[in-house]
């Protein structure tokens, strides 16, 4: 089974512009969350999505964005880029699914990462 | 807000050693804690995970070590090996947030041949 797959590996703006990333999720999966990577704030959460609903959303401005289709593929969008936004843009994929009216855990499984630098 | 601190941020080892990282957090919401791997240039991956009704969990050569009244958790890998040389992540998943993970900061091992 093919792990998740990301689009582009990297890329490289200017500051006030805005970007795309692409997420496919494994084959099966329902639940994509969306992480930011920074060497100075570590993994931190962006939102999550699942059945095309954003379930949750991390602490992050209006500028960060994201949608996912009915194939459960996503994309996050982020507008008027910043210097600050450099940074490894990580998608993981789950299940997503309820067990007995108590949610399990649900495994994530991470992507390779989107490098985002800003200049 | 750090919900989850993880020290140390960089551990030396021999090979064969046992490294021991350490997390701990404030949150009585978090009901699952996983522990990632991660290589440069790669995602995170899952290593091994723990809910707070058991105090230790082993799988292979990691093994995770919980004390839910001290709010902190552990992982020790045994006999380890350059190969394990890696950023490790511990993070922590609330029961009301779906699959939100709050991580630690992050430590990077190195084990000498």
């Known amino acids: 089974k093919a792990g998740v797959t990301q689009t582009p590996r990297y890329l490289i703006k200017t500051r006030g512009q805005q970007v795309t990333l692409s997420c496919s999720p494994i084959?099966?999966?329902?639940?994509v969350s969306w992480y930011q990577q920074t060497p100075g704030q570590g993994l931190q959460f962006l939102f999550e999505y699942f059945s095309e609903t954003q379930r949750n959303k991390g602490n992050f401005p209006g500028r960060f964005s994201g949608r996912q289709f009915s194939n459960s593929r996503s994309e996050m969008n982020v507008s008027t880029l910043e210097l600050g936004d450099s940074a490894l843009y990580l998608c993981?994929?789950?299940?997503?699914?309820?067990?007995?009216?108590?949610?399990?855990?649900?495994?994530?499984?991470f992507g390779p990462g989107t490098r985002l630098t800003v200049l | 807000q750090q919900q989850v601190k993880q020290s140390p941020q960089s551990l030396i080892v021999q090979k064969g050693g046992i490294p021991i990282i350490n997390c701990a957090y404030e949150n009585t919401a978090f009901d699952y804690f996983p522990w990632y791997q991660q290589f440069p240039g790669k995602g995170p991956a899952l290593l091994i995970a723990i809910r707070p009704d058991v105090s230790e969990k082993k799988e292979g050569r990691f093994t995770i070590s919980f004390n839910k009244s001290a709010k902190q958790f552990s992982l020790h890998i045994m006999d380890s090996q350059p190969g394990d040389s890696a950023t490790y992540f511990c993070a922590a998943r609330a029961n009301n947030a779906g699959n939100m993970l709050t991580f630690g900061g992050g430590t990077r091992l190195m084990v000498k041949p």
């Open positions: 993981a994929s789950s299940l997503g699914t309820l067990a007995g009216g108590r949610r399990s855990p649900d495994t994530q499984y």
């Open positions: 084959s099966g999966h329902r639940s």
